[in-house]
């Protein structure tokens, strides 16, 4: 198919897939959405699962005829869970040569890979066909553009829509997005603020999207001078949006930011216009388990039943999900969350090689360290005492040699702080302990920054 009709395809089939989660499937009434997800339901149990090596063969009727499955069940039988039988090996080998070289183009035949190690543990790895990028451009425009941004795009004699966003690592998926009339530009998060202050004032985005300890930096930036924009929305993705980080947010740029709760296995949650964030159920079904008798806060089970490629089914999160104690004003029927508890990143300061000055580690660096090392390290706990770092490691059984990995790990933090041109820390390496039940998991955090330096925590 020409390059041209091609593009005219896709942009049809995203708008399509827009309408639909705007207006055709704007849910007012709980009873509604969940005979909706009960027919999609049954459609993804009869006709999608038996794809699946996993499933094959097997009589189900429903959720419940399905055990639970997390992230080691899922990794660990990677090709029955996806209807190409696609090895892990080879789906991971692609992730990390992008991860490696930072080219993101690159695909599994026509499958984009991704690779996240998430606040869970070990890596996860993601398959997205064409089809469900398409489907999840339309899905993420039709959740996050206000009513004036799509008059915007709909007007073609008006510049298109710039979009800013920083992440650990772009994706075919994320690049779905570009088009005509939106401007996408990815901004890789490990190079930090400072070289993008540059692009920033020369572009000028109207929407603003990354983890809140990058905007927040944007947001001393723009105090300082440095950084002279005027986004008309931020939006938090990635890490857990803090009160004091919306606060500051707020006061400097003049905007609510809102948030999207994406994570390897999907899109799972957005902002309505009030602010509030909901659960993305019009697509994803969530089984509650709750936390305590009053039900306030539970930890999400979910089955991705709009999904064709890689299935996602009664998948136990790690996260730990609050519940709004009041219906939100925008009268949406998906479950309205007050915070997301389970997810806590900090960041880790160190000391510019030069300067002296203050350089920021954000967590997902520290996560794709440990995701180059490989699969032999199931679980991480970086933790800062000024200039040293306690890494604790739980590395696999099966692994030939434990000192070898902690070696690749030294390495990789080695390259890293390079690259951030940043004094290194003493590494004190132990084993990792699981943390005590019910309390907040928090894999990265800063104790005590080095004297002089700020800490957040």
């Known amino acids: 198919m020409p390059m041209d009709i091609e593009s005219s395809f896709n942009a049809l089939a995203v708008a399509a897939h827009f309408a639909r989660a705007r207006y055709a499937t704007h849910f007012r ?23 699946a090596a996993a499933f094959r063969g097997q009589e189900i009727t429903s959720l419940n005829d399905l055990p639970y499955m997390d992230k080691t069940v899922f990794m660990g039988n990677f090709s029955a869970y996806n209807t190409h039988h696609i090895a892990l090996d080879d789906a991971r080998a692609v992730a990390i040569q992008a991860e490696t070289s930072r080219d993101f183009l690159p695909m599994l035949g026509e499958l984009t890979v991704g690779l996240s190690s998430g606040t869970s543990g070990n890596q996860g790895v993601f398959l997205v066909s064409q089809q469900e990028r398409l489907q999840w451009a339309g899905i993420m425009l039709a959740r996050t553009l206000p009513a004036n941004m799509l008059a915007r795009i709909l007007q073609p004699w008006k510049p298109p829509l710039r979009i800013a966003f920083f992440l650990r690592a772009n994706s075919n998926l994320y690049d779905t997005l570009k088009s005509r009339r939106i401007d996408f530009a990815f901004y890789d998060l490990l190079q930090g603020a400072e070289p993008a202050l540059q692009r920033l004032n020369a572009t000028q985005p ?70 509030t964030l909901h659960l993305n159920e019009t697509y994803i079904h969530f089984e509650p388990e709750w936390l305590d008798a009053a039900q306030t806060r539970f930890m999400p089970v979910i089955t991705d039943f709009t999904r064709r490629t890689q299935l996602l089914v009664r998948y136990r999160l790690n996260d730990i999900l609050r519940v709004s104690k009041e219906s939100c004003a925008c009268g949406r029927a998906e479950r309205a969350i007050a915070a997301i508890e389970g997810r806590q990143d900090e960041v880790l300061w160190l000391p510019a090689l030069v300067t002296n000055q203050p350089v920021a580690v954000y967590p997902d660096f520290l996560r794709r360290a440990m995701l180059l090392v490989g699969p032999d390290i199931e679980e991480f706990d970086v933790e800062q005492h000024g200039m040293a770092l306690r890494v604790a490691l739980r590395i696999r059984q099966e692994a030939h040699s434990p000192q070898h990995v902690i070696e690749r790990v030294r390495m990789e933090l080695a390259a890293l702080w390079q690259t951030l041109k940043a004094q290194a820390p003493e590494l004190v390496f132990e084993n990792w302990a699981p943390p005590v039940k019910g309390a907040k998991r928090r894999r990265v955090r800063c104790q005590q920054a080095p004297e002089g330096l700020p800490c957040m925590f």
């Open 29 to 51: 009434n709980r009873q509604s959405l969940q005979n909706w997800q009960q027919r999609r339901l049954q459609y993804f149990l009869h006709h999608v699962l038996p794809q």
């Open 206 to 275: 109207d929407v603003l999207v990354g983890p809140p300890s990058l905007l927040c930096a944007l947001a001393q930036d723009l105090q300082q001078g440095k950084l002279r924009i005027a986004p008309s929305r931020l939006i938090s993705v990635a890490e857990v949006l803090e009160e004091a980080d919306s606060t500051l947010l707020q006061q400097t740029f003049g905007l609510v930011p809102h948030q999207i709760y994406q994570a390897t296995e999907g899109f799972l949650g957005y902002t309505c216009e009030h602010g």
